[in-house]
């Protein structure tokens, strides 16, 4: 069966700091892979997504990147934070396709002060 | 882009009664929509989802039903409990993408009393 992981589980970081998260999927192979941010307990934004090692799409202009520097990797990063990137940072995976249902990881929650 | 609006916002239940979501998208090109569940502090878990190509589906307590011409898809859940209570999103994919983009409906916080 197929897990996602995501790490740190939480996170405090002041202002103006960088940021690196992690997300893995295991049993699986050439996922569909997503960043959802989620602030206030509601609503789900999608960051970016990747078809592919490489493969990045941005959904929304932010200081925020991500990469996917192998199959089942996606990492989101910040070189400078901002107070407004305080929030809950959701991994998804996928297969391959259109109509096809995602799963997320547990998630970590970001609060920058 | 695809637009999906979720009503109601809030939905307040006592335990055995049903309970209604639902919600509109603007794609018509959608093909897939699912729904999640989301308890506080924790990731969205999907718990039902339905193609374009049927009407209804159920599973156990939880039905979800598709109007295409109306452009509308509804969750329902029968003799609610109180762990039912949670944030449900619904989703509609983008029809036009070749990937699975879902573009969410703002959450229904629902709570169910004993």
């Known amino acids: 069966s197929q897990t996602i992981h995501q790490w740190p589980a939480t996170l405090v970081q002041p202002v103006g700091s960088p940021l690196s998260l992690e997300c893995t999927v295991e049993?699986?192979?050439?996922?569909?892979l997503y960043w959802y941010r989620q602030a206030a307990g509601r609503g789900l934004q999608l960051l970016f997504y990747s078809v592919g090692i490489g493969q990045i799409s941005s959904e929304v202009p932010q200081n925020l990147s991500a990469s996917r520097p192998q199959d089942r990797q996606f990492i989101l990063s910040s070189k400078k934070l901002l107070l407004s990137d305080s929030g809950f940072y959701l991994c998804a995976w996928s297969r391959s396709g259109q109509a096809v249902a995602q799963y997320f990881g547990p998630g970590t929650r970001l609060t920058v002060t | 882009g695809e637009n999906v609006e979720q009503h109601p916002s809030t939905l307040s239940v006592q335990e055995g009664d049903s309970a209604v979501i639902k919600c509109t998208y603007s794609?018509?090109?959608?093909?897939?929509f699912p729904w999640y569940k989301q308890e506080l502090g924790k990731r969205p878990q999907l718990i039902i989802d339905i193609r374009s190509n049927v009407g209804e589906k159920k599973d156990q307590r939880i039905a979800v039903t598709l109007n295409k011409t109306a452009k509308h898809f509804s969750l329902h859940i029968t003799e609610t409990q109180p762990e039912d209570s949670a944030v449900y999103f619904c989703?509609?994919?983008?029809?036009?993408?070749?990937?699975?983009?879902?573009?969410f409906g703002q959450g229904t916080i629902l709570t169910v009393h004993p």
């Open positions: 794609d018509s090109a959608s093909n897939y």
């Open positions: 049993g699986t192979s050439n996922p569909n």
């Open positions: 989703a509609a994919n983008a029809g036009g993408t070749s990937y699975g983009k879902l573009t």
